[in-house]
């Protein structure tokens, strides 16, 4: 199995602006219905784009292949392509991706206590 290549954007270090507000930044990175969860789901290691897809249910394909191009155009992921037939591409996080472990983490923790706590109300 050849890999075609595997590509991985790190966008360059720059300082935060006076009045940039850093949490925005971090969420525009990981916002939404889909990013986090699919960091969350990397975090296991690489994974088809069918196998994400199941982790997901009720997302698009057109929506997923957004999703991870903006994840993968932040940095956070990148895309390997095997030459093989039918083709293969995996998803896996990078190295900037796996920092966010702690924090996807820690966001897993909460919501089991939040959904805890909304069942014993």
Partial sequence: MDTVFS???????RNVRPGECVVDAALNLIGGKWKGVIV???????????????????????????QLRELEAAGLVHRTVYAQVPP??????TEAGRTLSPVILALRAWGEAHLRMEAET
């Fill in 7 to 13: 590509e991985t954007f790190v966008a360059p270090p």
């Fill in 40 to 66: 969350y789901h990397l975090l296991d290691g690489p994974l088809r784009f069918s196998q994400v897809k199941r982790h997901l249910p009720g997302v698009t394909q057109r929506m997923l292949t957004k």
């Fill in 88 to 93: 293969r591409v995996d998803y896996g996080l």
